[in-house]
């Protein structure tokens, strides 16, 4: 078993709809490249903005 990491030095990103840094989460460990958002109501909120913003054009 590999030693234990601090959640301080896990990878972080900032998450595009809300602009919090979130970290490195195990589920995330095979789609790391891809996670844009820090959770799913981040994810709805920006599908949600994206529609409207459709919408009005």
Do not use: I
Request: include cysteine.
């Amino acid at each position: 078993m590999p030693p234990m990491r601090r959640k301080g030095d896990l990878p972080q990103k900032v998450c595009e709809q809300c602009g919090k840094p979130f970290a490195w989460r195990k589920k995330w460990a095979r789609v790391w490249d891809e996670v844009r958002y820090c959770s799913d109501r981040c994810r709805a909120e920006a599908r949600t903005a994206r529609r409207h913003a459709e919408a009005e054009t």
